[in-house]
Each structure stands twice: as C-alpha cells, then as structure tokens.
C-alpha cells in the first residue's frame, strides 16, 4: 500500500559527493518519520539518518557533518546529501518509512529496495 522509490546511488571517488532520493507514494495518511539506513557487505544495517515530521533529525556519529538528510513534504520526498564520501560509506542504502494509511489509520513501517553507493578510494 505505500511504495518507497530510491534513486540518486553510484559510484564516486572519495572526497565527492552524491544525493540519495526516496518517494513515498500509496495510501499515505501521515508520514512520522523517514529515514536512511545503510548495510555494508558482511556487515548489519545500521541507521545513516532520520527526519521526523516536525524536522527533527538524527545522524550516526560516523556521518555527522558530511551528511545532510532533508524533506520536501509536499511530495513525501526526503533527501540525504553525502559530502566527503569516504570508502567505508560503500553499501546499499535503504530508505525506511514510518507513518499512518489513509484507508485504515494503521501504521506503517515499509522499506525501499535499496540503492548501491560505492565509493572508491
């Protein structure tokens, strides 16, 4: 019922830079908060960034101050841009997204499909 589309991944040499986008579509009431999450090869998906709907965000320590996740509430479309990239960014990126149907009033908890960031050194 809500379909999460991402674009925006590649390849980049370290130091550059690249824009993740996600669009939420579907039977969407309200979106709570929307996030990134990452998971390296062999490795757990861990969470990059979150934006709640008051604009509230939250970062993990390895990508404060490179990375910048944002809203364009009008379209259900949040942004991560990625400064300075670095090769331990390389991973496929998901976006994840928690809110309420407009059918039923139920939550929501839906990831994308992910998209491959590789950053080569």
């Known amino acids: 019922q809500v379909q999460l589309v991402e674009s925006g991944g590649g390849l980049v040499q370290a130091g550059g830079s690249l824009r993740l986008s996600c669009a939420a579509s579907?039977?969407?009431?309200?979106?709570?908060?929307m996030g990134w999450y990452r998971q390296a090869p062999g490795k757990q998906r861990e969470l990059v960034a979150v934006i709640t709907s008051s604009g509230s965000t939250n970062y993990a320590d390895s990508v404060k101050g490179r990375f910048t996740i944002s809203r364009a509430n009008a379209k259900n479309t949040r942004y991560l841009q990625m400064n300075s990239l670095k090769p331990e960014d390389t991973a496929v990126y998901y976006c994840?997204?928690?809110?309420?149907?407009?059918?039923?009033?139920?939550?929501?908890?839906?990831w994308g499909r992910g998209t491959q960031v590789t950053v080569s050194s």
């Open positions: 579907g039977s969407i009431f309200s979106i709570n908060a």
């Open positions: 994840n997204t928690k809110g309420r149907l407009s059918s039923s009033y139920n939550e929501f908890d839906s």
